[in-house]
């Protein structure tokens, strides 16, 4: 039994984890500086710089388009509870 609930939890991570702009492809597709500033932002609750927040965008639709994208869904909840999300078409690159 404890092999079969390894082999379902193998499944899920390859499933569920293969397309995440995780901390590990972050830390290989940006430059070092900003990775750095971004941890930080992340960890430590700093303000994210516009500069950093552009670099970090243009390596994560990079990376998306990289994998066959072609629309994203940018989603957030307000601090007023309530959701809302944009949606939007990658416009360059794309046949």
Same mark, same amino acid.
């Given at each position: 039994?404890?092999?079969?609930?390894?082999?379902? !939890?193998?499944? %899920?991570?390859?499933? #569920?984890?293969?397309?995440? #702009?995780? =901390?590990?492809?972050?830390?290989?597709? %940006?430059? !070092?500086?900003?990775? !750095?500033?971004?941890?930080?932002?992340? =960890?430590?609750? %700093?303000? %994210?710089?516009?500069?950093?927040? =552009?670099?970090?965008?243009?390596?994560? !639709? =990079?990376?998306? /388009?990289?994998?066959?994208?072609?629309? #994203?869904?940018?989603?957030?909840?307000?601090?007023?509870?309530?959701?809302?999300?944009?949606?939007?078409? #990658?416009?360059?690159? /794309?046949?």
């Amino acid at each position: 039994m404890e092999r079969e609930s390894e082999m379902v !939890k193998e499944s %899920l991570e390859n499933t #569920f984890a293969s397309n995440v #702009f995780s =901390d590990v492809v972050m830390r290989a597709r %940006l430059p !070092k500086n900003i990775y !750095k500033a971004l941890k930080k932002t992340i =960890d430590e609750g %700093l303000p %994210l710089a516009p500069e950093v927040a =552009d670099i970090v965008a243009n390596a994560m !639709k =990079d990376w998306a /388009i990289e994998r066959g994208a072609t629309h #994203f869904t940018h989603w957030f909840q307000p601090m007023n509870g309530e959701r809302t999300h944009y949606y939007g078409v #990658f416009r360059q690159g /794309i046949n």
